[in-house]
């Protein structure tokens, strides 16, 4: 079984800055794309950025996000400790949320990739 947990959330002023960790464990052969996401109460799951294994970006393509959050946040991992950070920038109310990361990981012996799901960490943005 693998286990992703973040940590790094809390309350923080407008303008401020935030990083947040992810950290997979457990029977990892290999981790694919890790990525993460946000989520406010009684909305969906918002899809903000992946990074793929070898460093590279995705971020999401989202007209909102374009207007409001390009630039402000990036992703970067490393390998050996099975981790990515989300630095966060010039936050907002709106930055408010639960942000949730995900990772596809391999089993040792195995060439299937599967999902996994950490708890999230909340983070909370004052005017």
């Known amino acids: 079984q693998v286990q992703l947990v973040e940590s790094g959330g809390g309350a923080v002023q407008a303008g401020g800055s935030l990083t947040l960790s992810c950290t997979a464990s457990g029977n990892i052969g290999s981790i694919s794309g890790m990525a993460w996401y946000r989520q406010v109460p009684g909305e969906s799951r918002e899809f903000i950025v992946e990074i793929t294994n070898d460093g590279n970006p995705i971020y999401t393509r989202s007209a909102l996000w374009a207007r409001s959050g390009k630039g402000r946040f990036s992703i970067t991992r490393d390998n050996t400790k099975h981790t990515a950070w989300l630095r966060m920038a010039n936050l907002t109310v709106d930055d408010t949320a639960v942000y949730i990361c995900?990772?596809?990981?391999?089993?040792?012996?195995?060439?299937?990739?599967?999902?996994?799901w950490g708890q999230g960490t909340q983070v909370t943005v004052s005017s």
């Open positions: 995900s990772a596809e990981v391999r089993p040792p012996r195995s060439i299937q990739f599967t999902t996994y």
